[in-house]
Nanobody, 126 residues
């Protein structure tokens, strides 16, 4: 099992930047595919970004591609989400997720992840 704790959320003006961090503990980190999802009030939890455990390839939703970057530091058991040029529609609770068994066709599916953090709030003002 792995425990996930997010940090780095906050209030930022449109056009600004934030870096979210997710600390993993409780299990060897390298075998896990790591992802970020977000959920705005009244909306479904949606995929933001992921990095596959085996290939190191990264995947992004169309809405964040070119603005957000996912990265991981296996030595520190950390995953990051660098968010640039933030927009008000990026406002949401952001969740870190992990799984050892995600296949590429399911990497954007929240059902493929069995470990979740508690979330960190990101609010982008106009």
């Amino acid at each position: 099992q792995v425990q996930l704790v997010e940090s780095g959320g906050g209030l930022v003006q449109a056009g600004g930047s934030l870096r979210l961090s997710c600390a993993a503990s409780g299990s060897t980190f390298r075998p896990y595919t790591m992802a970020w999802f977000r959920q705005a009030p009244g909306d479904e939890r949606e995929f933001v970004a992921a990095e596959h455990r085996s290939y190191g390839n990264t995947y992004y939703s169309d809405s964040v591609k070119g603005r957000f970057t996912i990265s991981r530091d296996n030595a520190k058991s950390m995953v990051y989400l660098e968010m640039n040029n933030l927009k008000p529609e990026d406002t949401a609770e952001y969740y870190c997720a992990a799984s050892r068994s995600v296949i590429l066709s399911q990497i954007r599916s929240k059902g493929a992840y069995n470990y979740w953090g508690q979330g960190t709030q990101v609010t982008v003002s106009t």
